[in-house]
């Protein structure tokens, strides 16, 4: 029988996974592919609940979800595409320019 | 059935997540965050929200990471040497997978020829509402406002995107 827990617990992995990704990874778009996953494991959890507490607004909640998360990368592979056009580079570590 | 099922979607889920963090090429990065949605859409249908698992495989694995691998190729970040002509291992593999997504598609096949399989199983979803039913009633009364904000934010980002990548001209 598979019970609210088990999805929560892989959720909570997806998204310790996800964050390790943003902070070790100094790659632009592998950050942003880790943002996706930690979304995604958000969206799991969302769903999991949906399910089990028998109600469909978590549902609903994923797709507002997913609709910024479809801005986000929109946007931030625009960002990223303009700093590489700039720099020569997406390794974050060279672009540092807003750190003090 | 569905413990097993739930254990080895999430088994391959996990590791292409694992793959996507600690692989060293963005390429292999996106295909496995492919995979990883594709596990997730998955889940989703073992917890009865077809519409969102569709809305997973459409919008994730389709529009989203293509972007990624447009954008990866764009930039061209490595130089890729793939072999001229497909190595026979590598044909083999593909049949090998070809024949395996025929098998999962089998029951699929079998809806349109009861006789394969005996009596076709229908209208297990026709019982009550179903789930895209339901979750189209609460957005269009309920969540009615942040729906059409939603649409406003896409716009928004539609029009961000083009002025941040369009080249710069000097003036």
Redesign the interface.
Known sequence: MVTLEHYLVLSALLFSLGMVGVMFRRNLIVILMSLELMMNAVNLSFVAFSRYLGSIEGQVFVLFVMVVAAAEVAVGLAIAVAVFRERGTININDISLLKW | M??IL?YVL?AV??LS??F??FLRR?IH??LF?IL??VG?AT??I????E??AM??II??AG??MV??LF??M??N?EELDLPKAPRPLRWGFGIILSLAFAVILFPIFSHFVPTIMGKAQSGTAAAGAS?ME??AR??FT??LL?FEI?SV??L???I??VV??RK?TQK
């Open positions: 569905e413990t739930f999430a889920t996990l997540a694992v996507v963090v963005p990065n996106v965050m990883t949605m997730l889940l989703f073992l917890l009865h929200a519409f969102l809305v997973q919008v994730y529009a989203v972007l990624f954008v990866i764009l930039l970040l789930n339901l979750i609460e957005l309920t969540y942040p939603a934010l896409l928004a980002a539609i961000g995107t941040i990548g710069l």
